[in-house]
C-alpha cells in the first residue's frame, strides 16, 4: 500500500549529493508525487532512486514550442513518483537513465528519435522508432511536425539497420522476419547461434508505428478512449480503463461505483480470455494441440458471451470516459455465474494434464530462464515477473476502485522458466474466477456513467491499470480549450521485449517460438 515512507530518504540524499529539488508536487499527478528538478541533475537522480531500489516504469517527453518536459516514473513499494524536468529544443540534451536502469533504454531511444533529445552516456544511440521514414532532421512528436508527415514518397525499407555482430568460429546468424509466415504482427528477430545453441538475440520492432502519440493532440475526451482501445487490441479494457483514469482524475470526475465495478469486471474477463490463448498457444508449440483445442474452444465462448452480453467480443469502447457504455442486467449476472462455474469444471482436469504432464514438462521445465535479477532490472511486471519472483501488482500495490474494496491476491513463483508463465497463467485464471463471483456479490446499484466535467487549462492526470500483462501506465494532458494536449500509454511490453532477448540465452533455435509464445508482448502496444 501507498505511505511514501523512502521518500524523505531519496529527498536527503538528493541533498547530500547536492541536488535541488526546484518543486515538490504531492497532488497535481496524484496518487503519484512530483519532484521537479534541474537537467543537469537527470542522471544523478536516476543513480540515487535505483541505489534505493527503485523500479524505472516509463518515460514519456510533452512538447511545447520553444522544449519539451520530461518525465520519468519511478515506483517503489506502491508508491509512483514522478521526476520532471525541462529541456529546451535550442540544447536538447539529457543525460540517460540506462546505465542505472536498463529497461530505460528502448523508450529512451524513442524520445530521441520523436522529440531529438540526445540522451548522453546512452548504450545504444541507434534509430528505434523511427525507422527510415523520416530525415535526421524530423522529430515528429515536435508541435511543428505535421501528424500526416512532410513527404508523400515511399518509405525505404528498413534494410540496413545495424545489428550488432557476434564474431567467432561456428557463430553464424539466423534472420527471421518482420514478415511472418502467421498472422502475427512484423517484428524481425536476429539470432547469432552455433550449431543449435542460441548465443543472442536482437529484436528489431516498431514496424507498426501507428502514431498514436500524435495524432492523439486535440481529440475529445471521447475520441481519446477509442484512440486508447486500439493501443494494443488485445487490451482494450485496460488501455481505456487507463486512459480514462488519468482524465477522470485530471478533471475532477468523480466515476460511479457501479461502473468502476463493471471495468473491473470487463478487465477480469479480458484477463481470462487472453490467458487462456497464451495457455493453449503455448501447448500448441511444443505439439500438444489437444490442449491449444480444448483453450481455443474455452475461450471461444467467453468471448461470444461478451460480445452477447457487452456488446463486442474484445469488449472495444464499452469503458467510456465517465463510466460504462452498457449495463449489467439481473439475468446478465446469473449467466456470467453460470459461466464461471461451467469455466471451472472444464479447466479443472484440463489444467491438470497441463500442469502434469511428461511430455510438456520436457518442453517447458528449465526452458526460457528469466532470472529474478533481470525481471528487477528490466522492470518486469505481470506474469513475467510474478513467475521470476516479483510480487507486484497494481490491483494490491497501488489499489484502485473497486480493488481497494475488493482486495485481489496474485500469484508468484520463483523457478522464472516457461512452465513457471504457465502455472501463474493458470493460477490467475482460477483465481479471477472467484475473485468475479465475489465482485458480482458486491456489484452496487446506481448510475454508469456521468459526464466528463471541464477540466482546468493544462489539467494532467496518471491512469495505472494492472492489465493482463502487467502494469499499463497512461499519462494525460488536456489543452487550454479541453481537448487533449499530451497522451502516452505505456504498455508492459516495453520491459518484456529486452526480456525475452535476455531468456532465450543458451536455449537451442527451436525452443524460440514456444519462449516467444510464453512472454507474448505486444507488438502494437509497444509500437506507439
Not at 429 to 448: H, Q, S
Amino acid at each position: 500500500m501507498s505511505t511514501f515512507d523512502w521518500l524523505e530518504d531519496y529527498l536527503a540524499r538528493l541533498k547530500a549529493e547536492h541536488v535541488t529539488v526546484l518543486e515538490r508536487d504531492a497532488h497535481g499527478l496524484a496518487p503519484a508525487q512530483r519532484l521537479v528538478l534541474d537537467s543537469e541533475d537527470w542522471g544523478k537522480v536516476a543513480a540515487l532512486a535505483a541505489e534505493l531500489g527503485c523500479r524505472w516504469a516509463g518515460l514519456w517527453g510533452d512538447p511545447r514550442d520553444a522544449g519539451a518536459a520530461v518525465r520519468a516514473c519511478l515506483e517503489r513499494g506502491g508508491d509512483y513518483l514522478i521526476l520532471e524536468t525541462e529541456v529546451p529544443f535550442s540544447h536538447p540534451i539529457l543525460a540517460s537513465h540506462a546505465p542505472s536502469f536498463p529497461g530505460a533504454e528502448r523508450m529512451e531511444r524513442h524520445l530521441q528519435d520523436l522529440l531529438g533529445i540526445a540522451l548522453l552516456d546512452h548504450p545504444d544511440s541507434r534509430r528505434w522508432t523511427r525507422h527510415q521514414a523520416w530525415s535526421e532532421g524530423d522529430f515528429p512528436l515536435r508541435p511543428d511536425f505535421p501528424a500526416a508527415g512532410r513527404s508523400p514518397k515511399r518509405t525505404p525499407a528498413d534494410a540496413d539497420y545495424p545489428f550488432v555482430p557476434v564474431q567467432g568460429s561456428g557463430v553464424y546468424e539466423i534472420p527471421v522476419g518482420p514478415v511472418h509466415a502467421s498472422i502475427i504482427e512484423p517484428a524481425h528477430f536476429r539470432f547469432q547461434a552455433v550449431g543449435e545453441e542460441i548465443l543472442r538475440l536482437e529484436a528489431r520492432l516498431g514496424y507498426t508505428h501507428k502514431g498514436t502519440e500524435k495524432i492523439a493532440v486535440g481529440r475529445d475526451p471521447g475520441s481519446l478512449a477509442r484512440l486508447a482501445g486500439r493501443v494494443s487490441g488485445d487490451s482494450t479494457v485496460a488501455h481505456t480503463w487507463a486512459a480514462c483514469m488519468a482524465m477522470e482524475r485530471a478533471s475532477g470526475c468523480a466515476t460511479p461505483a457501479r461502473a468502476v465495478y463493471l471495468r473491473a469486471l470487463l478487465a477480469e474477463r479480458e484477463r481470462i480470455a487472453n490467458h487462456l490463448g497464451d495457455i493453449g498457444a503455448v501447448c500448441n508449440d511444443v505439439g500438444f494441440a489437444f490442449a491449444n483445442v480444448q483453450c481455443a474452444r474455452l475461450r471461444e465462448d467467453w468471448q461470444r458471451r461478451s460480445r452477447e452480453i457487452f456488446g463486442h467480443r474484445l469488449l472495444m469502447d464499452v469503458v467510456i470516459p465517465g463510466g460504462v457504455a452498457c449495463d449489467l442486467t439481473e439475468r446478465g449476472a446469473a449467466i456470467l455465474r453460470a459461466d464461471h462455474q461451467a469455466l471451472r469444471r472444464a479447466l479443472e482436469p484440463l489444467f491438470a494434464i497441463i500442469d502434469d504432464y511428461p511430455s510438456l514438462e520436457d518442453r517447458l521445465l528449465g526452458a526460457g530462464l528469466l532470472s529474478a535479477d533481470d525481471a528487477r532490472a528490466l522492470g518486469c511486471t505481470g506474469y513475467m515477473g510474478k513467475a521470476s519472483g516479483q510480487e507486484f501488482d497494481v490491483r494490491g500495490a497501488c489499489p484502485y476502485p473497486p480493488y481497494d474494496a475488493c482486495p485481489m491476491t496474485v500469484p508468484v513463483r520463483s523457478e522464472g522458466d516457461i512452465a513457471a508463465r504457465m502455472r501463474v497463467r493458470m493460477h490467475e485464471v482460477r483465481m479471477t474466477l472467484d475473485w468475479l463471483d465475489g465482485l458480482l456479490e458486491a456489484l452496487p446499484a446506481g448510475d454508469i456513467a456521468v459526464a466528463l466535467p471541464a477540466p482546468a487549462p493544462n489539467a494532467e492526470g496518471l491512469g495505472m491499470v494492472e492489465g493482463w500483462r502487467g502494469e499499463i501506465l497512461t499519462y494525460v494532458r488536456f489543452d487550454e480549450a479541453g481537448r487533449i494536449g499530451r497522451f502516452f500509454p505505456r504498455d508492459p511490453s516495453w520491459f518484456t521485449w529486452p526480456a525475452l532477448e535476455r531468456l532465450i540465452h543458451d536455449n537451442i533455435v527451436p525452443d524460440f517460438p514456444v519462449c516467444n509464445k510464453s512472454v507474448n508482448a505486444s507488438y502494437s502496444g509497444h509500437d506507439l
